[in-house]
């Protein structure tokens, strides 16, 4: 079974340019979930998407988005970037039922502004 | 509001003894509780869940977690530990209110002394 997959690896961009970043699921998982883990600050929840919709998001500002489209997989896009955005870009998916909410993880994509 | 606490930034084990990573939560609710691990140059790996049922679970790796649910903890075990458990270990929670999202605690680094 195929884990869950991320692209680009790296992506290196500079001061308020936009970067997109994108994650394909587990087959059969309806949720994905991104996360930013940037250096000494563990991992911070960004946006939870499930069966297409926006479920829940983080306290990151508006210029942090994202959508899952109908085949469940998913983009982030960051707006106007910054260089503290700066960090792992981690994309988890699950199962969306009780007794199945444990996440799997992707390798991630490292961004890097400059 | 929900929080997660790894208290120990790190942690020290000589290979062959008992190992022990601390969590502990703060929720309204009844709490799903994870532990995952995250070897260097890698994505987060799923060690083991909580959902309800026996209070000590068992995960990957001959990893165990005690469910206290008096003193809101989850502290993850190991009965000897190997130097290939040396990684960074977090410990999330999730509770099914209406702000559904996955808390993670800030990772505690565990380090294996051969």
């Known amino acids: 079974e195929a884990g869950v997959t991320q692209s680009p690896t790296h992506l290196i961009k500079t001061r308020g340019q936009q970067a997109t970043l994108r994650c394909s699921p587990i087959?059969?998982?309806?949720?994905v979930y991104w996360y930013q883990q940037a250096l000494g600050l563990g991992l911070q929840f960004l946006l939870w998407?499930?069966?297409?919709?926006?479920?829940n998001r983080g306290n990151f500002p508006p210029r942090f988005s994202g959508r899952q489209f109908p085949n469940y997989s998913s983009e982030l896009n960051v707006n106007a970037l910054e260089l503290e955005d700066s960090a792992l870009y981690l994309c988890?998916?699950?199962?969306?039922?009780?007794?199945?909410?444990?996440?799997?993880f992707g390798p991630g994509t490292r961004l890097t502004v400059t | 509001a929900q929080s997660v606490a790894q208290p120990e930034d790190q942690v020290k084990v000589a290979e062959g003894n008992p190992l022990t990573v601390k969590c502990t939560y703060s929720v309204s609710g009844n709490p799903y509780l994870f532990w995952y691990v995250q070897y260097p140059n890698r994505g987060l790996q799923f060690l083991l869940k909580?959902?309800?049922?026996?209070?000590l679970v068992k995960g990957s790796y001959g990893f165990e977690a005690e469910f206290n649910k008096s003193q809101t903890s989850f502290h993850l075990k190991k009965p000897s530990a190997l130097v290939s458990d040396s990684a960074l270990y977090f410990c999330?929670?999730?509770?099914?209110?209406?702000?559904?999202?996955?808390?993670f605690g800030k990772g505690t680094r565990l380090h294996i002394l051969p």
């Open positions: 988890a998916s699950s199962f969306n039922r009780i007794n199945s909410y444990e996440q799997y």
């Open positions: 999330a929670v999730r509770v099914l209110n209406r702000d559904d999202k996955i808390i």
């Open positions: 998407y499930d069966e297409g919709e926006e479920r």
């Open positions: 909580y959902i309800t049922g026996d209070n």
């Open positions: 087959s059969g998982h309806t949720s």
